[in-house]
């Protein structure tokens, strides 16, 4: 039976989201991947006792995530009940909808019977009452925002979900939709979206800008760039490694040689900081205080491990900046 490492809270930080009363770990881990019904269970166990263990009390979800659609809620909800049932109050568990999840019109994007169905389902398969949070997935140009926040309250105000979220957004989008949610007095307080030291969207289209602005939380995924932002592919492309296993969100021909040259550089810069390279990326993410916590994933839980050491030194100096700037833009 586990029993929680009684030394879990002192292990790791935790930050405010924005101005709400709610703190996350710094460091959140996420079941995106390794956690569909084509890996194994006692390995899932293990991620999940390792992260608790280390103080990562934040477990994050979406409908589809797999493979298949569903599983990886599914899978999460078997520890839950078997293992992690006693410490449900200590956990902070999220789930999304807003992506393609069933057939037909009322299985994707944001009308208030995609959410609100879907969140019915994702709690049926997790045997819980309610989530810590629940995001829309993604925006919707053709529903309308006041339908999609509405659905958002309504959730909330169901005893569905304790808080919400906004999921890839853009800055003006991000404005809109709090400015009506505020007007509802629903507890918006956090924004998930692609950051990484090769990824600057949020920079460049105002989302982070405005969630600092809104004093709003930031929690970014894929802050390794789905393995990019690590030493595995300096000397050739392994065959345990994503493209090789699952080539549906990183593909063998963005590793052209200048992206290798790249990688190569930073892995340099981290080695004179004293750091993997996967350690200074997710350090990079955190260095200036506005995002307030970053997911990563893992398949092993030696990579939780190294992972959680990149907390040891989050400082950058400007010349750091600007050579991983150099190196990256």
Avoid at 3 to 13: P, T
């Amino acid at each position: 039976m586990y029993i929680a490492d009684k030394d879990r809270y002192n292990k790791l930080e935790y930050a405010r989201c924005g101005k709400s009363g709610l703190k996350l770990p710094r460091v959140s881990l996420g079941l995106w991947h390794n956690f569909g019904d084509n890996n194994d269970f006692e390995t899932m166990q293990k991620l999940c006792f390792t992260a608790f263990d280390n103080g990562i009390t934040h477990f994050d979800l979406a409908n589809n995530y797999g493979p298949p659609y569903g599983s990886a809620e599914i899978n999460f909800g078997r520890i839950l009940k078997q293992d992690l049932k006693k410490y449900r109050d200590e956990l902070l568990i999220s789930t999304k909808a807003g992506y393609d999840m069933w057939e037909g019109p009322y299985g994707n994007w944001g009308s208030r019977k995609y959410l609100i169905a879907s969140l019915d389902q994702s709690l049926k398969r997790m045997g819980l009452e309610y989530v810590d949070i629940f995001y829309h997935h993604r925006m919707d140009k053709d529903t309308p925002l006041e339908e999609t926040m509405g659905a958002l309250n309504q959730i909330v105000q169901s005893g569905k979900a304790l808080y919400v979220g906004l999921s890839n957004y853009d800055g003006e989008t991000l404005a809109k939709a709090s400015e009506i949610l505020t007007q509802m007095h629903c507890p918006f307080i956090i924004n998930q979206n692609r950051y990484s030291i090769f990824d600057r969207t949020i920079e460049n289209n105002g989302l982070k800008e405005m969630a600092h602005k809104l004093n709003k939380g930031i929690i970014a995924f894929s802050p390794l760039a789905q393995g990019l932002l690590t030493d595995r592919y300096l000397k050739g492309i392994p065959e345990d490694s994503r493209i090789k296993t699952d080539g549906r969100f990183l593909k063998d021909e963005i590793l052209t040689e200048k992206k290798l040259m790249q990688i190569a550089n930073l892995n340099e810069i981290a080695k004179q900081r004293g750091q993997s390279l996967a350690q200074m990326a997710l350090a990079w993410i955190l260095k200036d205080n506005i995002v307030t916590s970053v997911l990563i994933g893992a398949s092993k839980p030696e990579q939780i491990l190294m992972n959680l050491e990149a907390m040891n030194n989050i400082a950058f100096s400007s010349e750091e900046l600007k050579l991983i700037d150099d190196n990256s833009l």
